[in-house]
């Protein structure tokens, strides 16, 4: 992702739970794109995050829904709870390990419609291969799910 970043002349920011960001490490991190948030916050991560948006001209904020530490049943839906609130595009990008590519493709506003968004998403990534491809989270979200069992969707600070 380093990489891809610094070939595009990007410079990406990351979210890190702000008692990361304390002395002598807190200027480092910074430094490397770190921006520190409490979660434990009333408006939650996804509200700091926007907030974030705000408050900033520019800012690349990397945000992997998946594949962080074992395979889930879902995808967490904070990236796209964050890009509708904020306004921003999701823009998805890719490590290819069986291809050895790594790049950025989709450019996504997300809509009031998760599912047709998450179809494009899908779309995009079907042909994409992790380094351990069994241990790859399937491309959904809860709240999909939540739609079609006519379940409440979850409220979220910027969502709605």
């Known amino acids: 992702m380093l990489a891809v970043a610094f070939a595009l002349g990007v410079t990406p920011s990351w979210l890190g739970k702000r008692e990361l960001f304390r002395w002598p490490f807190g200027p480092i991190l910074r430094w490397l794109g770190g921006v520190p948030v409490d979660r434990r916050a009333r408006q939650g991560l996804v509200g700091e995050a926007v907030a974030r948006f705000a408050e900033t001209e520019q800012l690349f904020l990397v945000i992997p829904p998946s594949g ?3 395979r889930a049943a879902y995808w967490k839906s904070g990236f796209y709870h964050v890009a509708r609130g904020a306004g921003v595009p999701i823009v998805c990008a890719y490590l290819d390990y069986h291809d050895r590519i ?3 493709g989709l450019v996504l506003t997300p809509s009031d419609d ?4 998450m179809d494009r998403i899908r779309a995009f990534y079907a042909s994409k291969r992790g380094k351990y491809p069994a241990q790859a989270t399937p491309v959904r979200l809860r709240e999909e799910e939540d739609e079609v069992a006519g379940r409440p969707r979850p409220r979220h600070a910027t969502a709605g």
């Open 68 to 70: 962080t530490r074992a």
């Open 102 to 104: 790594g790049g950025i």
């Open 114 to 117: 998760v599912r047709a968004d």
